[in-house]
């Protein structure tokens, strides 16, 4: 006869262990209900304030004190009614020409302002505070002094007018546009000159002068983190200064080169301060800008205050979120 006998049941020696949460899931929950509440603010005050003027601008909303929020027909007529406008053609041109050209100018000249500061002997510290300190002056002060400095009948004039120059330009007052790339009178939809508006240029001049410095910082600090080890190696392989600075240096500086671009542009699109100083709008609008537009018709149309923000806020788009991805699939790929 034989007998069998129960295997003995396997005892969980801490049966709480079934249980707990791993360290790394709490923590995330700790973290989420952390940021809860600002993740909430954020989103109200900016993607449901963005919906709210984009439905504004979809709207009959015109004055402010009657406010009439029933969609306008046909849908999007403001936006077409505002790209029809003399006023708004210009700013694009403005904002365009402004753009390009200040990223030019302070890109080019916080890189070699870098390059000089980085390899300066002595005084870096002076120099650095130098070409820094425009940065921290309010945009009204640059535009008071540069406005000076650009009056018809003082500042650069008087310089032209001792080297020879009897009609030098009106700057700020000047309505010319140079290069102009076509005629607004043999066409019905564009209004506009395209060019370079010459009341712009002292605007851009002054704005490159107080954003040079925070390029510069940029740079000194991407230069900072080139190991040295890659400057000897082409020293010892007979590189002159030149090629070290475009095979090794310039390379090297490219993610320094892409953030300052994006900031840089952030601030050129929204410019407004600057221009409200020196020039306001400007002969025929030479030196308005969305900025100003949005300010101008916030009190008697709220329609095409609201369709220009959102205009404004594509052209941004149209560059921060290429480079969010670009970031974001670098550290996924990380």
Not at 101 to 107: W, Y
Not at 322 to 327: C, E, F, Q
Request: hydrophobic letters at 50%.
């Amino acid at each position: 006869m034989t007998t069998s006998t129960a295997q003995p049941t396997p005892v969980d020696p801490d049966p709480r262990s079934r249980k707990q949460v791993p360290h790394n899931v709490r923590t995330s929950r700790k973290a989420a209900w952390i940021f809860a509440p600002s993740l909430l603010v954020s989103f109200l005050f900016v993607y449901v304030f963005i919906g709210i003027t984009a439905y504004i601008s979809l709207s009959n909303w015109k004055i402010g004190t009657s406010p009439n929020m029933s969609l306008r027909q046909p849908l999007g007529a403001t936006y077409g009614e505002l790209v029809q406008e003399q006023r708004f053609q210009a700013d694009i041109r403005n904002v365009v020409v402004f753009t390009v050209i200040f990223l030019l100018l302070a890109i080019l000249g916080g890189l070699v302002a870098a390059l000089f500061i980085h390899h300066v002997a002595a005084g870096k510290g002076l120099f650095r505070t130098v070409f820094l300190l425009p940065y921290a002056l309010s945009f009204i002060v640059t535009g008071v002094a540069w406005r000076w400095i650009f009056a018809p009948s003082t500042g650069v004039n008087e310089i032209l007018r001792n080297m020879g120059i009897q009609n030098p330009p009106g700057w700020t007052t000047d309505p010319t546009i140079l290069g102009a790339l076509n005629d607004p009178s043999g066409t019905d939809f564009l209004k506009v000159q395209l060019g370079i508006p010459v009341a712009l240029l002292p605007i851009i001049f002054a704005a490159a002068w107080q954003l040079v410095g925070f390029a510069m910082a940029m740079y000194l600090a991407g230069l900072a983190s080139i190991p040295e080890e890659h400057l000897e190696a082409a020293n010892v392989d007979g590189a002159n200064i030149w090629q070290r600075l475009r095979y090794i240096v310039l390379p090297q500086l490219w993610p320094s080169t892409i953030t300052c671009f994006v900031l840089l542009l952030h601030v050129a699109l929204k410019i407004f301060d600057l221009v409200v100083a020196m020039s306001g709008s400007g002969p025929g609008f030479v030196t308005d800008v969305p900025g100003i537009y949005i300010y101008n018709y916030l009190t008697s149309r709220y329609d095409k205050a609201s369709a220009m923000a959102i205009i404004l806020l594509l052209l941004t788009l149209v560059v921060i979120v290429p480079y969010l991805v670009r970031g974001y699939r670098k550290e996924r790929k990380a």
